[in-house]
């Protein structure tokens, strides 16, 4: 992934992961259909939030084995935009070092799918 923290689609990472999120007083399930060093895409959702509304995302990379049961990685920012069937995420804290192992870990992924 390049350095770039825009919204530009090359620097997104195509991925299908379960997500669950919560705002507000709402909770829900989506899927992650693209992720990047700013954002996410949530696909999938019964409920699109108001434009700026804060939410906090927990998307797991991988599936729980029965040796090991993974962390959910939290995402924490606001919705940026809607989508036909979901919403888009940009990230509050922007590019951090979490954010950005756990989006090159997802891209690493998607690599040895193809």
Same mark, same amino acid.
């Given at each position: 992934?390049s ?17 669950y ?5 709402? !909770?829900?399930? #989506?899927? $992650? @259909?693209?992720? /990047?060093? &700013? %954002? ?20 797991c ?12 990685? !939290?995402?924490? #920012?606001? $919705? @940026?935009?809607? /989508?036909? &069937? %979901?919403?888009?995420?940009?990230y ?23």
């Amino acid at each position: 992934m390049s350095e770039n923290t825009g919204w530009a689609r090359a620097n997104r990472v195509p991925i299908r992961l379960d997500t669950y999120y919560a705002y507000g007083w709402v !909770e829900g399930a #989506g899927v $992650v @259909a693209n992720i /990047s060093y &700013s %954002g996410a895409l949530i696909e999938g959702t019964p409920a699109q939030p108001d434009i700026g509304t804060p939410i906090v995302l927990h998307v797991c990379l991988h599936p729980p084995s029965a040796f090991h049961v993974p962390s959910p990685f !939290e995402l924490v #920012g606001h $919705v @940026a935009r809607h /989508s036909t &069937s %979901g919403f888009a995420v940009k990230y509050d804290a922007g590019v951090n070092r979490d954010v950005r192992r756990m989006v090159d870990d997802a891209a690493a992924i998607v690599a040895t799918r193809k």
